[in-house]
């Protein structure tokens, strides 16, 4: 992060350029979602312009490009437990336990038996 | 009693007490936002139908436009500081907290549509969820804008007494801030758009 007074007056030009880049993509978003895509493919579209729009707020105006190994610690444990949290919802789509089993006619026997 | 560490840096971490605490509290808010997410992946993945086209996208995008340029906004606040620049840095952060306040009636607009037609949480999984997500989303801005309301008001003493221990308030306010954009930028398309 610039603390020196000449290297924040060299940023704020930069700070500037990523606010418009954002709403640019902002409208990108926008357009893409009338486009009416497949579900599967507008949805991987906005969770990419997302990503990088967030990217983009973290590394600049956060100043995470350039900060303290101490940060960077946190915020990768804070990564590991949220791809933990995300992978969640696949457990229960894993998850047998009450499904009902198919039933087994009358003489037949499950196979192997 | 002077508290050590609110300007210099530890030796051990080279960083103020401030800085890191800041964001050891934004770690904390991305597992509580993560969980939302989880719930919201698991209710619409086990969903029969999702309703679609239910919220206003016009609305939604200009809240998204407010929330970026309160980032800048925020961002050039602190640079003014570091450019000793107190009267931009006072109009920087007054336009942040006015473009808080537009988001929130803009919210607020919203909100009143749906219960007016008497969408309120109850009414759908979907606005359960929507109304969960925004609504804690909503008080995370609330709570932004009375720090900045402090830091424009009695909290702005601080920098004749203590410049540096000011900017470093200004920096992490704003930190905190670009967070609640950042949720806000994944937040419209989850909503509004898919």
Known sequence: ?113 | MNIPYTVEERPDSGLANGKLGIWLFLASEVMLFGALFSTYIILRTGATEWPHGELSVPLGALNTVLLISSSVTMVMAWAMLKLHNWGRHRLYLLATFALAGIFLVNKYFEYSDHLARGEGPSHSTFLAIYFTLTGLHGLHIVGGMVVMAYLLGPGAKLWKQNPDQFTNRIEYTGLYWHFVDLVWIFLFPVLYLL
């Open chain 1, 1 to 113: 992060m610039h603390s020196d007074p000449a290297g924040v007056r060299a940023s704020l030009r930069k700070y500037v350029m990523i606010g418009a880049a954002l709403l640019v993509f902002t409208v990108i978003t926008v357009a893409a979602n009338r486009l009416h895509l497949a579900v599967p493919f507008a949805i991987t579209v906005a969770l990419i312009i997302a990503v990088t729009k967030g990217s983009m707020v973290a590394a600049v105006f956060m100043h995470l490009s350039n900060e303290k190994k101490w940060i960077y610690g946190a915020l990768l444990l804070t990564a590991i437990f949220f791809a933990v949290l995300m992978s969640v919802p696949f457990f229960t789509i894993m998850d047998s336990i009450g499904t009902p089993q198919p039933a087994i006619g009358v003489g037949e026997h499950p196979a192997g038996h």
